[in-house]
């Protein structure tokens, strides 16, 4: 199965990066899941926490706040000014 | 001990001492350097991934927004100067400013009226020296400036811009700074941050020909609304993390100059305290020598 490449970063430092199978997070819209094969998106994130399975099936949890997510040939960007892992 | 001799020995002492701060001053520029690189180095995936989001929205969008289009006519332009607050830096912030100055003297001549904002004690020093009026300061933070204060600025600067030209508002924003080319290099230079000029980062797509077409959530203008503010604070950002690296740089650069020129220094006043040690032992023999003769003659 194909793979998302993820990143998430912040104003100062890369966060995590590293691959994937599914993103799911919080825009101002409302939850939204990424499997690979989504369509490019650029969104706003609401306030709340990004969570990513990564290839070992374990989720990972990242408090990201005041930012953006972008998705592009399988690739996930999360951008925002703060950003932790929780 | 003759009084030469002492003057000389004063001087040596002197650019000893001034040789041992200069030295440390350079070591610790020095150290920091690395640092300041190694921030510059992580801010770097943030930039490049609001840049390219910024590119997207500004590339496949045809959406009129307030920050991408050029006004008709500009009658006021921002200039932000990001300087040092510590001098001790050789042409560090003599540079920053001759570039300012020489981007005023282009704007005026457009016919534009300059406002400026100020970053670092040293050009808020030249300003009100010269006593002349700028919008705002920052000063205290530039050896490791803070991810907040490049938002405050920014949240300043685009404040700014929105606002109507009549009621005060800039229709330009400039930004002079000094780059981090290399150890030995630093060059100032102008970036014109707003209206939107997106030229790096614009990835020519290779193996997928295709451009993504993209999906934007809430809607282009909400994304393009919220995006723009990062990207500028992101280049801020940017541009006060390769002046601190700069100014480190350039710190070491004069402080190291400063050692050399000390120690050539101590190298010729030795040869002229030598030289006046010797001339003194000479006078004193031939005083001796003198005085034998003188006494041996009388017998």
Known sequence: MAELTVSVVSADAEVWTGPATQVSARTTEGEIGILPGHEPILAILGAGEVRVKGTDGVWIKADAADGFLSVENDTVTIVARHAALA | ?299
């Open chain 2, 1 to 299: 001990m003759g009084a030469q001799l002492r003057v000389y020995r004063q001087k040596i002492r002197s650019a000893q001492t001034t040789k041992k701060i200069t030295r440390a001053m350079e070591l610790i520029a020095a150290s920091r350097i690395q640092k300041a690189q190694a921030r510059v180095r992580a801010s770097e995936p943030y930039s490049r991934a609001v840049t390219r989001a910024v590119s997207a929205v500004a590339s496949y969008s045809n959406v009129d927004h307030i920050l991408t289009t050029e006004p008709e006519k500009v009658t006021r332009a921002a200039v932000l100067i990001l300087s040092s607050d510590r001098g001790l830096a050789g042409a560090f912030n003599a540079n920053v400013l001759r570039q300012a100055e020489e981007l005023t003297a282009l704007l005026q001549s457009e016919g534009k009226e300059v406002v400026y904002y100020l970053v670092g004690r040293k050009a808020v020093g030249y300003f009100n020296f010269r006593k002349r009026a700028f919008e705002k300061e920052w000063t205290g933070g530039t050896d490791s400036p803070e991810f907040d204060t490049a938002q405050e600025v920014g949240a300043t600067l685009v404040e700014r811009f929105i606002q109507d030209t009549a009621e005060g508002g800039v229709d330009e924003i400039h930004i002079v700074y000094n780059r981090f080319v290399s150890m030995i290099t630093q060059t100032p230079e102008v970036v014109r941050l707003l209206p939107l000029e997106v030229v790096e980062g614009v990835e020519t797509p290779g193996e997928h020909d295709l451009l993504p077409l993209y999906d934007f959530e809430p809607g282009v203008g909400d994304v393009l609304d919220a995006l723009l503010p990062v990207y500028i604070e992101s280049r801020i950002f940017n541009a006060m993390l390769q002046s601190a690296a700069a100014k480190h740089a350039a710190t070491q650069k004069a402080m190291k100059s400063a050692s050399d020129n000390a120690d050539t220094l101590i190298l010729d006043y030795t040869r002229l305290a030598n030289n006046a040690r010797q001339a003194e032992i000479t006078q004193q023999i031939s005083e001796i020598v003198g005085g034998a003769d003188a006494l041996s003659s009388s017998r």
